[in-house]
């Protein structure tokens, strides 16, 4: 069995996010590890869908979402617009928009909750970080490896003032051959 360690808090804004952002990559975290999810309120889906098609809800629009975003959060890997039936337009960056992506086609218990819950995070914090993205704020998650990456990741959020900080593990038990 192994584990995935994330540690998530949010933050009120894009400059803080960027900020918060910029210090996990100059203290040795991956693009590759930082995601970011936020509500889509300046029509960047709109630039990201193809005109011409319709693209259903809960799907991934296309990664040319990242052009319109700019900046630090650009930087990261994975950007994508989605639809999250229920609650509207999002932009996610890197690991957690695979995760929402499944979760969003899904819709069990809505898609940012579905995949908080699969991050580890427990059911109630879940739906209530769902209530505080939707109404604005940014979920920042780092994926890291050992408790002394966790440890830097949470003080670095903590020095930028993000708030609601938790550390969650995803345990993945290996797959067995069937008989």
Known sequence: ???????????????????????LRSNGFSNNDISALFPDKSGTRDFAHEHNTKAPEGAVAGAGAGGAIGGTLGLLAGIGALAIPGLGPFIAAGPILAALSG??????????????????IPELEAKQYEGKIKGGNILLSVHVDDGDMQSRAKKILERHGATDIVTAGEQSVPATKAS
Request: aromatic residues 0%.
């Open 1 to 23: 069995m192994s584990s995935k360690n994330a540690v998530l808090g949010l933050v009120a804004n894009h400059t803080q996010a960027e900020t918060i952002v910029d210090d």
């Open 103 to 120: 979760a969003a086609a899904g819709a069990a218990l809505g898609g940012v909750t579905g995949a908080l819950i699969g991050m580890g």
